[in-house]
């Protein structure tokens, strides 16, 4: 980023933190996408008093800068897929070459807690997690433990939250999209939409038709017929402090209470969560200045160990290749 579009993002960042118009349109993004898997910025405009020039202009600039990030996540059970996490012990240093050719990686990263150590979250058919735990321990390292997870979380972030000093994670409730998780059909076009919004959201119906070379009406009778129930929902993410200002941390939550770990996705900071029974796994960049704060919140809810990410990581979408007609998976751990 030159200078001049370093000046540019800290001018919209500010009218960001001031203007709860400006706030109240990129939640109305995310929401309006969540209900609707496609998004009028001219209706939300309109809706927040917001002149449409304007509204565009500021949505566009924040998400070509990467400040602001709308992409969808899987629902994973509707797909017959599982997201397991693996912690391991590396043993190579070309660890994440071995990483990258799992079919189903979702996203790796080296992680430092208790050592050095590797995060894979890995969402694939349930029936070869033994497969999965082969190949890691011959091509990465020992594993230390893995956890299986039901479903990732959408949540709904409170950028009012940017107005003060320090998030109130006690008082913050558990609110997010939840959806019917059974099983349902799909095909590798379907898969394709999907993997297209999980690099990227919103996007016009000709944008998808357009990538995926399909006729128009095709793709929009898809989107809002079968890929709406396949889709978990579309996070929303700001992306307003730099990394060593605001690290990246991995935390592992368990016990009853692990569900509580869904708070992070309602404060204003960049999340992701997966639960499970009595277990929870969270990514969130989080200020210095907050650390105590949310170690204070995390031991309330359960037992829990953190891990500080290192900036580079693995992140993937759904792999359109692993789609077996009709609407199954291949039982593949490596692209090889």
């Not at 070869?128 to 082969?134: D, L, P, R, S």
């Not at 959806?179 to 000709?206: G, Q, Y």
């Not at 929870?280 to 105590?292: D, H, S, T, V």
């Amino acid at each position: 980023m030159n200078k001049i579009e370093n000046i540019e993002r800290k001018r919209y960042v500010k009218l960001l933190m001031k203007d709860e118009k400006i706030r109240n349109l990129i939640v109305g993004l995310a929401k309006q996408l969540n209900q609707e898997i496609i998004a009028d910025l001219k209706v939300l405009a309109e809706r927040y008093q917001i002149p449409y020039s304007k509204a565009w202009r500021v949505v566009n600039f924040l998400r070509s800068t990467g400040v602001l990030t709308l992409r969808a996540e899987p629902n994973y059970p509707a797909l017959g897929l599982t997201p397991t996490l693996y912690i391991v012990d590396i043993d190579t240093k070309d660890w994440s070459k071995y990483a990258d050719k799992l079919l189903y990686l979702k996203y790796a990263v080296e992680a430092y807690g208790k050592g050095k150590r590797a995060l894979l979250l890995i969402t694939a058919p349930s029936d070869i997690v033994k497969e999965h735990i082969e190949y890691i321990e011959s091509n990465i390292g020992k594993i230390v433990e893995y956890h299986v997870f039901d479903h990732a979380v959408i949540g709904v972030p409170n950028l009012n939250y940017l107005t003060i000093d320090k998030v109130p994670w006690h008082e913050i409730p558990v609110v997010f999209y939840d959806k019917v998780r059974s099983k349902k059909k799909f095909d590798k076009l379907d898969i394709s939409i999907i993997a297209s919004l999980e690099k990227d959201a919103p996007k016009k119906v000709s944008e998808i038709s357009e990538e995926l070379k399909v006729n128009r009406k095709t793709i929009e009778y898809r989107m809002k017929s079968r890929v709406a129930p396949l889709i978990e929902g579309f996070q929303l993410r700001l992306s307003l402090w730099p990394l060593d200002i605001a690290p990246k941390l991995a935390v592992v939550v368990r016990g009853s209470e692990a569900h509580r770990l869904i708070t992070i996705m309602s404060s204003s900071y960049p999340s992701t969560v997966y639960i499970g029974r009595n277990i929870a796994f969270g990514i969130i960049q989080l200020p210095c200045k907050e650390r105590i704060n949310f170690a204070r919140y995390l031991s309330t809810i359960g037992e829990w160990e953190e891990y500080i990410l290192e900036p580079s990581e693995i992140r993937r979408t759904l792999p359109v290749e692993a789609v077996v007609e009709p609407g199954n998976w291949i039982e593949k751990v490596s692209k090889e």
